[in-house]
């Protein structure tokens, strides 16, 4: 059967698509070529991993508790859809800054976890949005199962701040906040920080593009699931 057009991914999830794939080389060149960390040398370059993951992963997850929320209001399966895509990339961003931070920590404090504060947490973000899944996967009814997740979408992101202010609230082995948003404060060299921005440029390319296409997936599933 012949696909319409009306049924393809638009013009926009393929630009974001192709820009995050084109720079993505241009971002790991980057990378390679800012000067090492004065403590840490070249390990930190991990760095241009790990936090694009950890944020991009916050950010999914607030875009999926803002469109549970719109969800809950408006009761429009398509802000439903967002949310479902937004908390499966983010899924994938997080556990990329867990595997990342897991990396760094052997070399840095000699094994791979440790029940810190910023670990601790961040694991308990993963969990509980891989229980969103789960939830999802357990209801058939397809009302009652958008408003189960929406609660979960809610509740779950109230550990995103907590995640990022543990290594402040709390006595941490995990170095505070290179980009700390509380205060502005930017603790590390210009060619590193530039270098980080434009990799946070990349996977939010990558993001968006991830998210609408995904969300056309789940349009399709469920008209699928309607027939």
Known sequence: MTVQMKDRPDTWTWLFLGLG???????????????????????????????????????????????S????????????RVALASAE???VFMGLALV?????????W?????????LTTT????????????????????ELRRKAAAAVGILGFINVPISYMSVK?????????????????IHMA???????????????LLYLGFLRFRAFLAALEARKEEA
Not at 110 to 116: A, D, S
């Open 21 to 67: 794939l084109a720079l993505l080389p241009v971002g790991l060149y980057l990378a390679l070529a800012a000067p090492p960390d004065a403590n840490q040398g070249y390990l930190a370059r991990i760095m241009y991993l790990h936090v694009p993951g950890a944020w991009l992963g916050y950010l999914a997850f607030f875009v999926t508790f803002l469109y």
């Open 69 to 80: 929320l719109l969800y809950l209001f408006r009761q429009d399966p398509r802000l439903d």
């Open 89 to 91: 990339i983010g899924l």
């Open 100 to 108: 990342t931070g897991m990396l760094w920590a052997r070399p840095t």
């Open 110 to 118: 000699g094994v791979y976890w440790t029940w810190e504060p910023r």
């Open 123 to 142: 694991a308990i973000l993963f969990a509980v949005y891989v229980g969103y899944f789960l939830l999802r996967g357990a209801i058939e009814d397809p």
């Open 169 to 185: 609230w709390w006595r941490s082995l995990h170095q505070t906040q290179s980009i700390d948003l509380t205060t502005g404060k």
């Open 190 to 204: 210009p060619e590193m920080f530039q270098a980080l921005l434009f990799n946070l440029l990349v996977f939010t």
